[in-house]
C-alpha cells in the first residue's frame, strides 16, 4: 500500500460545477499538508498548505484536512477552464536530524469543459 | 523577481553522453532538491540538498550526481549510466524551518 494515494482521474467537470480532490494516506504522523497545481510540460506551483486539521481557505479554494480519517481534500467553487490541470497533494512529518522529504500522490488530472 | 529557474527548457542527447541540468533559485532557500517526473508515475526524489556541500542520494539515485558548491546553485548531472534517462525533471527549493516546497519550471531531457 502506497503512503499516499490519489486517483488519476481523469475528473472531468463543467464549468461552474463544485470540485473535489481528494488524497489518503497511511502514515499517522503527517502533519504537513500542501497541495499543488500542474499545468501540462510546466513545474508544480505551490496552490495552499495546512498544518492542521480544518479547513483553510483562500478565494475560490478550500483545503480540508481530517486526521482522525488520514483523508485530505481540495475543493474548487466556480470552477473554470482555466482550473484544467493536474493537482498533486504532498504531505510530511516532522523533520527528523534535519531532513524534510515529502510524500507525493500521483496526481488527479482535472478536465473543466465550458 | 525571485524564482527558480531551470534551463535549458528542452534538450535533446544522444546516448551514452553525459548531460547536465542547471537549476538557480533567488530565494535564499537553503534546500535544494532534484526530482523525476514520469507519465502516471508521480514525482520520485533523485537528490537533495539541505546545505551547501553537502547532499543526500534520494530513491533514485543511481546514473545521477549532484553538486551544490553555492547556495543559489544544484546542477544535476544525467550519466551515460542512467539507463532510462528520457524524463521531465524538477528542480525544488525550499526555506530553512518551513514545509513548502517550491518547483522550477522544469526541463523536458530527450535521449535518443
Not at chain 1, 506551483?45 to 488520514?70: C, I
Request: glycine share 8%; net charge neutral; aromatic share 14%.
Amino acid at each position: 500500500q502506497k503512503e499516499v494515494e490519489q486517483d488519476p482521474g481523469p475528473l472531468s467537470v463543467p464549468e461552474g460545477a463544485i470540485v473535489s480532490l481528494n488524497c489518503t494516506y497511511s502514515n499517522s504522523a503527517f502533519q504537513y499538508f500542501m497541495w499543488y497545481r500542474q499545468y501540462s510540460r510546466k513545474g508544480p506551483e505551490l496552490l495552499m498548505y495546512t498544518y492542521s486539521s480544518g479547513n483553510k481557505e483562500d478565494g475560490r479554494f478550500t483545503a480540508q484536512v481530517d486526521k482522525s480519517s488520514k483523508y485530505i481534500s481540495l475543493f474548487i467553487r466556480d470552477s473554470q477552464p482555466s482550473d484544467s490541470a493536474t493537482y498533486l497533494c504532498a504531505m510530511s512529518s516532522p523533520a527528523s536530524g534535519g531532513s524534510y522529504i515529502p510524500t507525493f500522490g500521483r496526481g488527479t488530472s482535472l478536465i473543466v469543459h465550458p | 523577481d525571485g524564482g527558480i529557474t531551470q534551463s535549458p527548457k528542452y534538450l535533446f542527447r544522444k546516448e551514452g553522453q553525459n548531460v547536465t541540468l542547471s537549476c538557480e533559485q533567488n530565494l535564499n532557500h537553503d534546500a535544494m532538491y532534484w526530482y523525476r517526473q514520469d507519465p502516471g508515475q508521480g514525482l520520485r526524489l533523485i537528490y537533495y540538498s539541505q546545505i551547501v556541500n553537502d547532499f543526500q542520494k534520494g530513491d533514485i539515485a543511481e546514473g545521477y550526481s549532484v553538486s551544490r558548491e553555492k547556495k543559489e546553485s544544484f546542477p544535476l548531472t544525467v550519466t551515460s549510466a542512467q539507463k532510462n534517462p528520457t524524463a521531465f525533471y524538477l528542480c525544488a527549493s525550499k526555506r530553512g524551518g518551513s514545509y513548502e516546497q517550491y518547483f522550477g519550471p522544469g526541463t523536458r531531457l530527450t535521449v535518443t
